[in-house]
């Protein structure tokens, strides 16, 4: 009996082993593909960190753009402030010729204020007067 018991054990003991030696294989495997997960996030980490920043680049170099175009625009919209004032004065001058006909005979405001033409109408203009 004690052969068979010995036998037996000898089984349960191969079978023990092997289960081990498996499960060492499993684990090593697990581990492996545990550090390649790790290695491919990495990567990709470093990947998005290098579009992130040419992303960054283009909003610093766009935003640069917009504040130039931003500038510029206000000194246009001054400009044409600027013109428009001119314009109607240009007009105020014209209606007082036509209304007088002859330049010799335009009221003076400083000798008699009361006589000053004051034009409550709109100013007629081009829609291409203003370009550039």
């Known amino acids: 009996m004690s052969s068979e018991s010995d036998q037996r054990?000898?089984?349960?003991?191969?079978?023990?082993?092997?289960?081990m030696i498996s499960n060492r294989e499993s684990a090593r495997r697990s581990r492996m593909r545990k550090q390649k997960q790790l290695q491919d996030?990495?990567?990709?980490?470093?990947?998005?960190?290098?579009?992130?920043?040419?992303?960054d680049?283009?909003?610093?170099?766009?935003?640069?753009?917009?504040?130039i175009c931003a500038a510029e625009n206000n000194v246009l919209r001054a400009r044409l402030t600027e013109l428009t004032e001119r314009l109607r004065s240009l007009n105020d001058v014209?209606?007082?010729l036509e209304m007088v006909g002859d330049a010799t005979q335009l009221p003076d405001p400083l000798l008699k204020p009361w006589q000053v033409s004051c034009s409550m109408q709109p100013i007629p203009a081009s829609s291409g007067i203003f370009q550039l």
């Open 41 to 55: 996030l990495t990567d990709e980490m470093g990947r998005l960190e290098v579009a992130n920043n040419g992303i």
């Open 9 to 19: 054990y000898a089984v349960m003991d191969e079978k023990k082993r092997k289960r």
């Open 57 to 67: 680049g283009k909003i610093d170099g766009i935003t640069e753009k917009y504040m």
């Open 94 to 96: 014209i209606k007082n």
